[in-house]
Structures are given as C-alpha cells and as structure tokens.
C-alpha cells in the first residue's frame, strides 16, 4: 500500500482567505484524485490531477476557485480560495491503488471556513 | 451522471446482530462496485470489490456484498458484528473508462457491546 501524507490535518480560517493542501506519496504516481466530503455528505470528486497537464475538474468545480498543482508525480496542492463557510469539509487527496476504482486515500485535511 | 444511493444513514446494533447496509446506483451501464470503510480516526480502506463473475463477493472480516444487477444493488452484509465494526461505510462505483469513483453518502455503524 501507499503512504499518502496531508498537510494540514485540519485548519480554521477567516472567510475571504485561501489554504493550500498538501499531498505527498510516497511512490509515483501518474494520477492524483481530490475529493471533498461535507458534513453529513458523500465525498464528491474535486478534480483529477496529472502531472504535465492541466487539471480535470468536475461538473460544479472550477480551477479559480479550486486551483491545483501537479510539479512532479509524488505531489500536488489543492487551493481553496477566497473561502465561504460552505466551503467548510473534509478534503481528501487519494491514488488509484491498481485495479481500477481501488484507491488508497490520505487521512484528509479538515477545513472549517468562519 | 451516476449517482449511488444509500438509505441507511446511522445504524445501531448489538454485537452479534447481523447487518445489512444498503446501496443502489443510478447508471445501468458496466460498472465496478466497492466499498469502502472508515474507522473511528483512520483513513478510508477498500472493504471489498466487485469486477465481474460470481454476484457474492467476499471481503475482509466477514463482509461480503451481493451485486444484484436487475435492481443496481450491492448490498453489505456481515451475520454478526462486532463492536470492533463500528465505521462508517460508503458504497462506490466506478463506470468503465473512467478511474475515480462516485460515493455514496455513507452509512454510520455503531455497534454496541
């Protein structure tokens, strides 16, 4: 299995503001998935993060406000900006694990916007 | 686009009872169907999968999960629970070509000694 390292583990932050998360493995890998999970929500993929190519969002999440970077094929940041409380959730970064649709996640960064 | 339904959002049980958590998914094309779990303070882990063959697949500790396809159901079963299965359990899919999955909004499990 992979080691997936967050940072931070969880953080409060003023409305208006932007936090990068951190995602380091310990393995390359070609894909990275950023996924968030609201309170009481499933966990909702962000955008799909290769390196040497521009992220792919999903329908609902657009790179102004989710920007995400891919420098190399062991780590990628995921930016919230100019944040709202509804942007208050767990943020999770995973791998895919290799069969398709395993994946192996981190423990999450917890974010709480005020 | 797929969407996964699970309609037990908090189950308490007594050790020893058994469980069934619920899942249906909305697309009705190829699918791979997971559960995953996550245990009080750990991150989330694969429970079991489901490729292709025998409907009733098995996963770690006693779980398994029958994949019925006329009724886009893979319900998690165990016969009896330990308080050591207190988690919360999430049904995923995965539509063929793509490799992330969709959620569902997970079951909380709490079993009591």
């Known amino acids: 299995s992979a080691v997936i390292s967050q940072k931070p583990s969880r953080d409060i932050c003023q409305r208006g503001t932007s936090l990068t998360i951190q995602c380091q493995v310990d393995s390359q890998v070609t894909m990275m998935f950023w996924y968030r999970q609201q309170p009481g929500q499933s966990l909702t993929l962000i955008a799909t993060a290769n390196q040497g190519s521009e992220a792919t969002y999903e329908s609902g999440f657009v790179i102004d406000k989710f920007p995400i970077s891919r420098p190399n094929l062991t780590f990628s940041t995921l930016t919230v900006s100019n944040m709202s409380p509804e942007d208050s959730s767990i943020y999770l970064c995973s791998i895919p694990a290799g069969p398709p649709g395993e994946l192996f996640f981190g423990e999450g960064s917890r974010l709480t916007v005020l | 686009a797929q969407s996964v339904s699970q309609h037990n959002h908090h189950v308490i049980l007594s050790e020893a009872a058994s469980l069934e958590l619920g899942c249906n998914y909305s697309y009705g094309g190829t699918v791979n169907l997971f559960w995953y779990v996550q245990y009080p303070g750990q991150h989330l882990q694969l429970l079991l999968k489901y490729f292709s063959g025998d409907p009733l697949v098995k996963g770690i500790k006693g779980f398994e999960a029958e994949f019925i396809k006329s009724k886009f159901s893979f319900n998690l079963r165990k016969p009896s629970v330990q308080w050591s299965d207190t988690a919360e359990y999430f049904c995923?899919?995965?539509?063929?070509?793509?490799?992330?999955?969709?959620f569902g909004s997970g079951t909380r499990l709490q079993v009591q000694p």
């Open positions: 995923a899919v995965r539509d063929t070509g793509r490799r992330a999955l969709t």
